[in-house]
């Protein structure tokens, strides 16, 4: 028995992943068809300066395809509660901020959290 050699078709979606599979890759391709991007800035300094220092990366695709930014602020409400934190107790400054970006920066980041409406 020798070496076999084995070449084999594979399909790399819009968000890079991969399948062998084109009925699957088209499927995927659909499914996130609409999609959008979001960075997530949270984790304010609360003894000193109130910078948030944490952010996370987060795809939406709610239902009907609108209310994009929602859908991320509703997770982040759930996830880091008020958007209002006080730095030694005493000034307020926002404990998380939700900005859009663009695909291509969000997928060379890494997508954090996936939101998707069933």
């Known amino acids: 028995m020798g070496i076999e050699v084995v070449k084999k078709d594979v399909f790399i979606t819009t968000d890079g992943l991969e399948f062998t599979d084109e009925a699957e890759a088209r499927r995927h ?34 239902r009907h395809n609108v209310g994009h930014e929602l859908f991320v602020e509703e997770w982040a409400y759930k996830k880091f509660g008020s958007r209002a934190a006080y730095v030694q107790g005493v000034a307020r400054t926002e404990n998380w901020l939700v900005a859009e970006m663009k695909k291509d920066a969000a997928l060379e980041e890494g997508i954090d959290v996936v939101l998707e409406d069933d």
């Open 29 to 62: 391709e659909e499914r996130i068809k609409g999609t959008r991007y979001f960075k997530v800035f949270h984790g304010p300094d609360l003894t000193e300066t109130g910078i948030l220092q944490r952010s996370s990366v987060v795809s939406s695709k709610p």
